[in-house]
C-alpha cells in the first residue's frame, strides 16, 4: 500500500531512533522539539504536497502533526485510512480534520471540519 504513495519528506526517522506514544502508534517528536524534527518525523503524500497545500495555502504542516499528536478524537475510515481531529487555535479556535494512511504516520489529507460534533 505504502509503495504506492512515495515519500515526500526529505527524512523519515527510523523506528529504532523513536519512542513510542499514544499506545505505541506514532513516533514522537524529537527531544529538540524544533521544526524540522517535528516534520520529518512524519510524511506526507504527493496528494497533500501538490493538491491540499495549494487547495488550503493557510493550512501548515505543523498543524497537522499536532493533530496527530494531541488528537480529541480519533476514528478508522473506510480504505485503511485514520481520521484525526484537534482544536487549532491559530484556525481561530476551528477543528482540523487530518487523514492519515494506515501507518498513522502519513499525512494524506487536511482540513477544517465545519461539522465537527463531540
Known amino acids: 500500500m505504502l509503495a504506492s504513495y512515495p515519500l515526500c519528506a526529505q527524512a523519515v ?46 493550512l501548515r504542516k505543523e498543524w497537522c502533526i499536532r493533530a496527530l499528536e494531541q488528537p480529541i478524537r480519533i476514528e478508522r475510515q473506510d480504505m485503511n485510512r485514520w481520521r484525526f481531529w484537534a482544536a487549532v487555535p491559530e484556525l481561530e479556535g476551528r477543528i482540523l480534520r487530518v487523514v492519515t494512511l494506515d501507518d498513522r504516520v502519513t499525512i494524506h489529507n487536511a482540513f477544517p471540519d465545519r461539522g465537527f460534533k463531540p
Open 13 to 58: 526517522v527510523s523506528r529504532a531512533n523513536t519512542s513510542q506514544s499514544f499506545a505505541g502508534l506514532w513516533p514522537r517528536v524529537a527531544a529538540t522539539g524544533t521544526y524540522l524534527s517535528r516534520v520529518t518525523a512524519y510524511r506526507f503524500t504527493p496528494y497533500f504536497e501538490n493538491e491540499v497545500l495549494r487547495k488550503r495555502p493557510y
